[in-house]
T-cell receptor, first 115, second 112 residues
Framework: KAGVTQTPRYLIKTRGQQVTLSCSPI?????VSWYQQTPGQGLQFLFE???????NKGNFPGRFSGRQFSNSRSEMNVSTLELGDSALYLC??????????????FGQGTRLTVV | DQQVKQNSPSLSVQEGRISILNCDYT??????FLWYKKYPAEGPTFLIS?????DKNEDGRFTVFLNKSAKHLSLHIVPSQPGDSAVYFC???????????FGAGTRLTVKP
């Protein structure tokens, strides 16, 4: 079956702009989580959506938001971009029904560069 | 706050030898731990996991050890192979796998 698909793969934006990233999970998976990866910081949890509802949220400012559609596809939006938002954004899909006997499957990520 | 820490940014070992990657965590609520492997230009892929009710889990060349009292886990790769060269992330979760906290990663280089 198809894996997790993230679009676009690469993106260059200027400070102050906003950006929307997309993630299509594995068919049948209802949970989508978003992570930001920067050098030295590892992967930091942004938020998780399950059945169109935000279920968990990490410690990021309100400029970072997301949503999930009825087909489980998810979008992440970052408004008023800052240089520090340059990172690899990864999404992971899973069944999402815990306990943790299933593992999350990651997409290849979207590399965002803010100039 | 870094709830999961990988204090070694890099590790280099000779092919055939053992690779030991370490991870420490601070949140005693974590009860499930995972290791992910990441190659350049690819998303992380799941490697091995362990729940807090165990202290060891083995899968082929990969073994994860958990010391709950020390809040420490380690990944052992024996024997190490050049194809194991990648960045390894340790992750921990309190309940749902989709709310993982990751360490900063350790870049493993296995030399032929």
């Amino acid at each position: 079956k198809a894996g997790v698909t993230q679009t676009p793969r690469y993106l260059i934006k200027t400070r102050g702009q906003q950006v929307t990233l997309s993630c299509s999970p594995i068919s049948g998976h209802r949970s989508v989580s978003w992570y930001q990866q920067t050098p030295g910081q590892g992967l930091q949890f942004l938020f998780e959506y399950f059945s169109e509802t935000q279920r968990n949220k990490g410690n990021f400012p309100g400029r970072f938001s997301g949503r999930q559609f009825s087909n489980s596809r998810s979008e992440m939006n970052v408004s008023t971009l800052e240089l520090g938002d340059s990172a690899l954004y990864l999404c992971a899909s899973s069944m999402g029904q815990g306990p943790v006997d299933t593992e999350a499957f990651f997409g290849q990520g979207t590399r965002l560069t803010v100039v | 706050d870094q709830q999961v820490k990988q204090n070694s940014p890099s590790l280099s070992v000779q092919e055939g030898r053992i690779s030991i990657l370490n991870c420490d965590y601070t949140n005693s609520m974590f009860d499930y731990f995972l290791w992910y492997k990441k190659y350049p230009a690819e998303g992380p892929t799941f490697l091995i996991s362990i729940s807090s009710i165990k202290d060891k889990n083995e899968d082929g060349r990969f073994t994860v050890f958990l010391n709950k009292s020390a809040k420490h886990l380690s990944l052992h790769i024996v024997p190490s192979q050049p194809g194991d060269s990648a960045v390894y992330f340790c992750a921990a979760s309190a309940f749902l796998v989709n709310d993982m906290r990751f360490g900063a990663g350790t870049r493993l280089t296995v030399k032929p």
